[in-house]
């Protein structure tokens, strides 16, 4: 992900986890409204949700990385967090994607519509593993760290 950097952002851990959440929620949201516009042929409307969605995406992986991930493995090894590294491995291609559904947009190519499903689905099951299993598991070791 070229061009501009992002740094990740200061606050408190628990803080961290809680802006991630609920940028989920942004996320699923703007993806909510790409699919509404691919659903209407609204090509211009899907380039614009996503082109919203971008620089949220960008700093967001980037907290959950040098933060999140970088703490995990720091407590836990590689092996230990196998799982976590996993499902930030999904990153890439959830951003391929969001190029590509972008690219199809574009060229007003109809054929999005099962590409933007696809990016639907990912999103989703990616935000679930990370509030289902990585942050409550990365809030442990946190909290193992830091003992109030
Ligand atoms: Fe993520
Ligand atoms: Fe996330």
Same mark, same amino acid.
């Given at each position: 992900m070229p061009e501009m950097r992002y740094l990740p952002r200061e606050?408190?851990?628990?803080?961290?986890?809680?802006?991630l959440v609920?940028?989920?929620?942004?996320?699923?949201?703007?993806?909510?409204?790409?699919?509404?516009?691919?659903?209407?042929?609204?090509f211009e409307g899907v380039s614009l949700a996503l082109k919203q969605?971008?620089?949220? %995406?960008r700093q967001h992986i980037v907290d959950e990385e040098a933060q999140i991930l970088r703490l995990l493995i720091?407590?836990? @090894?590689? *092996?230990g967090a196998e799982d976590e590294i996993k499902v930030f491995q999904q990153h890439r291609p959830i951003y391929r994607l969001m190029q590509t559904v972008s690219e199809l947009a574009s060229k007003e190519v109809a054929g999005l519509a099962?590409?933007?499903l696809r990016l639907?689905?990912? %999103?989703?099951?990616?935000?679930?593993?990370?509030?289902?299993?990585?942050?409550?598991?990365?809030?442990?070791?946190? @909290?193992? *760290?830091?003992p109030s």
């Open positions: 606050m408190p851990f628990d803080e961290l986890i809680k802006v609920a940028e989920h929620a942004v996320m699923s949201e703007g993806l909510g409204r790409m699919r509404e516009a691919a659903e209407r042929k609204d969605l971008d620089p949220v %995406f720091g407590e836990l @090894g590689l *092996k099962s590409e933007q639907n689905v990912l %999103f989703d099951n990616h935000a679930r593993a990370e509030e289902g299993r990585v942050f409550p598991r990365a809030l442990r070791c946190f @909290g193992q *760290k830091h």
